[in-house]
């Protein structure tokens, strides 16, 4: 286990090594110059110049490269071309919204989701299946920002219950902060839900016709009992797996979800950055994106020896 | 005993959350606290108003400095930190003495040797304000409240650049902050303006908050335009961005912000006819569509061929396509805007009236052989999207051909400070919006800069135009900068820079309760009050 593990955390070092240099390539292919950008309108191109000069974009590409990189080895992000703050100070202020969002998102999908799912596989063929099939097609089918604008004209502007937008930090109450999510977790969850029920359901129906689950029943337990204990729990890898996934989606796809809300998250932030094309802030933030997904897919893998006592590594 | 455990489960949570509520009251600025919440067009990111001519900056720069001149709603200069000035009578020394009681946030008063650093940091980055300083020999500190400036030269430039109204406002700051090179931001951000930032509580591009300054103490007259009394009216301002402009409307709506700064014009409809919402201009002035030309590259490196674009246009048909809302936009042929110091029609007959004909002559004297004209189209700015198609479609009216290249505006950016031929990456045109503000006279216009390298990217090459705008920094009354500024328009016929496509105008939207916004120009927040 331990070997499997050092050798897990010592992939990932390529895969890192590789992000950072498409995405340093990437920005520095795309068009735009941020010299340009925060000298404004009225600059000449001495004063441009003299900002080009400042934040090292007048060097050759690979001397930015290998500078970047080797700031990057002492856990130096470098300094937000616009924001004239550590990057690493930036992404730390801004992480509590998206992963609250991130956390409230996959809370609620997993307390609807896979009571759906599960029910939809022990009603097979019935009108619920039918109805909760239906919802996950639908599900799928809207733009999150569609359901985000439903959802604010019913819960905000009609009803007056939930605030259209903004966020209040967990620190300066829980009330406050529970109430500014819930719109945009229950708006991202839709998808999430739609999914993760679907992905349940053709998993405990694969389950459901086990030989054991038949034995289970000819033992007399009950049929709670035997979805739960039984049904549920065997068919779990493959549900925790695409939870697992779906939170590390989250973490990095809620961009519109925050731009909807107004929510100052690392979507939002990333949204800022490349209109800006502050270099160092996309950079870090991709970093780190590319980061999350690769601890969740270990964690996810880690759950198996748990979920499923035969996997050992 | 399970039903039970979960009816308590639920109890608990309930009262957590309402005692989450609770605490969230309590996160809250004091009840006592007049707070203006506000959504400001875009993010604070820069605060630097010298280092960026960023609009959002220099807004900021508006609510923590003050400036030592202002212009009233007529256009005329008026003192603000200064009490009184004087010039001598050979016109070589100008003198100010700077009001008393006026201190910084950090509690030192303010004295003359501020405001030279300033005034010395702000010429050196500034366009106008380096015109200024080349009239300057001296600039001093004679004692500590009195600034003097030895000049080399009569000019009437002195107390119209210190009261320049939009980027970069020359604001005043502590010495020792002003002493930052101008190609550097500073990082101490202290003024003696009217509200004080709060550093602690700024999110780079989410909020900014600012705070009454209670020692500020404002001029006696009655505020007019950026001039006269600045009296803050709430306890703290909040300016909380929204990217998503329905989700702002949606926010005003339900009332969980004050105001709006510019509504776009497309969503007006969603608050006419609720009645806890009114608008306001704080610009009068407005702003204006320009065209711009690279008089680099064949075929507008010929007059005639920019003079044949000056007759093909018209200002309605930009207008109309963009703004759409005749209340919203005005045809207006003054090069310097209508309803500014320098409005005149002088030498503008037959322009912009969609004469085709003439048109097309002049692109026959021009020899034009069909070169691809580049036409930078930006289309993530709402309010400039629609313009290109149009200026593209009167082009290959008059046989252009137009080669209208789409992008997203920071691209345009970086583009347009290319020199490269147009076919190699450079460009030939591309369309902008200025606020009034920034075009009210030769000098301050920076698109009629014609001195060749050293103006603004399409960088135009007249010696006639640059003599003129010499001789309005040299003129030292309202009348010869009058006289000098029609010359200006004549010379600009002859030789055009960029044209303008009509002037219009954004409206702030706010609560029935807030009141007391200020047509100054710039998104400004003394004299708000919020009942």
Known sequence: MASYLLRRILATIPVMLLVAIFIF??????????????????????????IREKLGLDEPLFTQFFYWLGN?????????????????????????????????????????????GTLAAYRQGSWT?????????????????????????????????????????????????????????????????????????????????????????????????????????????PIVTVIGLSFAILIGGVVVTESVFTLPGLGLLTVEAVLARDYPTIQAVILLFSLVYVVINLLIDLSYTVLDPRIRY | MFKSARRSLLKGAVAAVVMGVGLAGAATPSSAETVLKAVPHSGLKILDPIWTTAYITRNHGYMIYDTLFALDESGNIQPQMVDTYSTSEDGLTVTMT????????????????????????????????????????????????????????????????????????????????????????????????????????????????????????????????????????????????????????NALKAGEIDYIEAIPHDLLPLIEGDDNIHLANFNPAGNQFTFRFNVLHPPFDNAKMRQALLYAFNQEDFLQAQIGNPDFYEECKALFGCGMPFETTAHMEGLLETNFDKARELVKESGYDGTPIVLMHSTDLAVLTNLAPVAKELMESIGLNVDMQSMDWQTLVARRAKKDKPEDGGWHAFITSWTAGDLFNPVAMAFLNSSCDQALFGWPCDEKIEGLRDAFARATTKEEQLKIVEEVQGAWREYPTHIHLGQWYASAAMRKNVNGVLPTGAAVFWNISKD
């Not at chain 1, 795309?30 to 004063?47: L, V």
């Not at chain 2, 106008?128 to 003097?148: C, H, R, W, Y």
């Open chain 1, 72 to 116: 990057i080895f002492q856990g130096d992000f470098g300094e937000s071309f616009f924001y004239k703050k550590q990057v690493g100070e930036l992404i730390a202020s801004r992480i509590e919204p998206t992963l609250s969002l991130s956390l409230m998102t996959i809370v609620l999908t997993v307390m609807i989701a896979v009571p759906l």
């Open chain 2, 98 to 249: 700077l009001r008393e009681g006026m201190t910084w946030h950090d509690g030192a008063p303010v004295t003359a040797e501020d405001c030279v650093a300033s005034i010395k940091r702000w010429g050196s980055k500034d366009a106008m304000g380096q015109k200024m300083m080349s009239f300057v020999d001296t600039l001093e500190a004679t004692d500590g409240k009195t600034i003097t400036f030895k000049l080399n030269s009569p000019t009437g430039l002195v107390t119209l650049a210190l009261a320049k109204p939009s980027s970069n406002v020359p604001f005043m700051m502590p010495a020792r902050i002003a002493a930052t090179p101008a190609s550097e931001q500073v990082s101490e951000f202290i003024g003696s303006g009217p509200f004080v930032f709060n550093k602690d509580e700024w999110e780079p591009g989410s909020k900014v908050v600012y705070e009454k300054f209670d020692e500020y103490v404002p001029r006696d007259e009655p505020p007019s335009s950026l001039a006269g009394g600045k009296v803050v009216k709430v306890d703290r301002v909040e300016w909380l961005p929204i990217r998503d402009q329905q989700q702002a409307v």
């Open chain 1, 129 to 237: 299946d039918r109805i909760i099939m239906g919802f996950s097609v639908l599900g799928f089918s809207l733009p999150v920002f569609v359901i985000g604008y439903a959802l604010i004209w019913l819960f905000s502007l009609e009803l007056g219950w939930l605030p259209v937008q903004g966020y209040q930090r967990i620190s300066d109450g829980v009330g406050g902060w529970f109430i500014r999510l819930l719109l945009p977790s229950l708006a991202l969850a839709v998808v999430f839900v739609a999914f993760i029920a679907r992905m349940t359901r053709t998993s405990v129906l694969e389950v459901l016709g086990e030989d054991y689950i038949r034995t289970a029943r000819a033992k007399g337990q009950t049929e709670r009992k035997v979805l739960m204990r039984h049904a549920l729990r065997n068919a779990a890898v």
């Open chain 1, 25 to 50: 390539l990437l920005l520095r292919l795309t068009p735009g110059d941020p010299a340009a950008i925060i000298a404004g309108d009225y600059a000449n191109d001495a004063q441009i110049a003299e």
